[in-house]
T-cell receptor
């Protein structure tokens, strides 16, 4: 079976532009997560979806960041008015959802975002 | 969330057993200990999870002493392909969906 996929793998944009990053979770996984990883650091939690709803978006750094999962499967992370500090690898993960399965999350390869 | 402390880096020769210890002095009663592995340009991958004593799977073993204030990930007979960053995470099994990663331990396997 396919794992978590993310597109694009690399995205270069200019400061002030809008970007969308896509995540296709493992089929049947109800829980979906976004993380951000800066160079030399571990991944940092951004947002968690259970089904279609964002159950916890406390990790989003500011209101320029927004994520959706309209049909409970594919998710899109949207960043408005990008800044150079947004440059990082954006990781998506999914899990079956519920109980101890939260601890075993399946990660995609990430999207490397570079803001010039 | 319980804070974890682990070495920044370790070196090992191929074929040796590698033990990476993680300290988590303020672990809560319902916290589980989970280890992830991350190769360059890839997302983290779940390795093993435990609550107490010893857990073993096809990849690694996890040793947890009775006080649970530390844990040791053991990788038997490492190969060059085990070169990666290893993260120790502590959190509860239910309701704790946020994985909190530290900086991890960068393991370098030398031929």
């Amino acid at each position: 079976g396919a794992g978590v996929s993310q597109t694009p793998s690399n995205k270069v944009t200019e400061k002030g532009k809008y970007v969308e990053l896509r995540c296709d979770p493992i089929s049947g996984h109800t829980a979906l997560y976004w993380y951000r990883q800066s160079l030399g650091q571990g991944p940092e939690f951004l947002i968690y979806f259970q089904g279609t709803g964002a159950a916890d978006d406390s990790g989003l750094p500011n209101d320029r960041f927004f994520a959706v999962r309209p049909e409970g499967s594919v998710s899109t992370l949207k960043i408005q008015r990008t800044e150079r500090g947004d440059s990082a690898v954006y990781l998506c993960a999914s899990s079956p959802g519920g109980g101890r399965s939260y601890n075993e999350q399946f990660f995609g390869p990430g999207t490397r975002l570079t803001v010039l | 969330l319980a804070k974890t402390t682990q070495p920044i880096s370790m070196d090992s020769y191929e074929g040796q057993e590698v033990n990476i210890t993680c300290s988590h002095n303020n672990i809560a009663t319902n916290d589980y200990i989970t280890w992830y592995q991350q190769f360059p340009s890839q997302g983290p991958r779940f390795i093993i999870q435990g609550y107490k004593t010893k857990v073993t799977n096809e990849v690694a073993s996890l040793f947890i002493p009775a006080d649970r204030k530390s844990s040791t990930l053991s990788l038997p007979r490492v190969s060059l392909s085990d070169t990666a960053v290893y993260y120790c995470l502590v959190g509860s099994g239910a309701g704790s969906y946020q994985l909190t990663f530290g900086k991890g331990t960068k393991l370098s396997v030398i031929p």
